[in-house]
């Protein structure tokens, strides 16, 4: 079984930063591709950034130039920098792994959930 903790959200003004981080535990072999999504209540559950294993990243448009996205593949673990924060930037952010190929023979899923970290941006 895979799992996904997320830390680092909290309250900040805005023009802040915060520094999420999440790390993925148990009997993974690799992770193509590791990431973050942020949802508000009443809405989906949108994308944000993401990485490949081999460093390739994306970004939703209304992040790119505030957020960094990067990853240790050897801990495997996921961050996102977060500078100059907005309120419309608050949200329960989740990290998100896909194509996770396990250590196992057993079979399971290829895309795994964080529980989500709460940001509020607000003065």
């Known amino acids: ?3 996904l903790v997320e830390s680092g959200g909290g309250l900040v003004q805005p023009g802040g930063s915060l520094r999420l981080s999440c790390a993925a535990s148990g009997s993974i072999s690799s992770i193509n591709y590791m990431g973050w999504y942020r949802q508000v209540p009443g809405k989906e559950r949108d994308f944000v950034a993401s990485m490949g294993r081999e460093g390739s990243t994306n970004y939703k448009m209304s992040v790119k130039g505030r957020f960094t996205i990067s990853r240790d593949n050897a801990k495997n673990m996921v961050y996102l ?10 949200a329960v952010y989740y990290c998100h792994c896909f194509g996770v190929v396990l250590s196992s023979a ?5 895309e795994y959930w964080g529980q989500g970290t709460q940001v509020t941006v607000s003065s």
């Open 1 to 3: 079984q895979v799992h």
């Open 81 to 90: 920098q977060m500078n100059s924060l907005k309120p419309e930037d608050t």
């Open 106 to 110: 057993s079979s399971g899923p290829h």
